[in-house]
């Protein structure tokens, strides 16, 4: 079994930061990419920011400089800094994490249960 935590969202104004966290704890051999999605309402999710194994990043146009993802492998920890934040920005975020258990030949995907970020005008 696999869980995965998120925390930091909460309710913000406009050009604020928040920065979430995303831990997973469990049967847990390795992990490798990890990122952040959000769905706003009535919207479909939407890839926010993803790292590597290795550290690299990418990041969806609608972010770029603002937000930055981050990973502590040691933890099996994901964060994203919020930073400048917009009305635009208001959904529940959700982290996904690829990891593989022990004893298995692959790695799988898991998703926290979101959290949500309220940004006011």
């Known amino acids: 079994q696999v869980q995965l935590v998120e925390s930091g969202g909460g309710l913000v104004q406009a050009g604020g930061s928040l920065r979430l966290s995303c831990a997973a704890s469990g049967s847990i051999f390795s992990v490798n990419a990890m990122g952040w999605y959000r769905q706003a309402p009535g919207k479909q999710r939407e890839l926010v920011a993803h790292i590597a194994s290795g550290g690299t990043t990418n990041y969806a146009d609608s972010v770029k400089g603002r937000f930055t993802i981050s990973r502590d492998n040691a933890e099996n920890t994901v964060y994203l800094q919020m930073n400048s934040l917009k009305p635009e920005d208001t959904a529940v975020y959700y982290c996904?994490?690829?990891?593989?258990?022990?004893?298995?030949?692959?790695?799988?995907?898991?998703w926290g249960k979101g959290t949500l970020v309220t940004v006011s005008p």
């Open positions: 996904k994490t690829q990891i593989r258990a022990p004893g298995a030949m692959t790695f799988m995907d898991y």
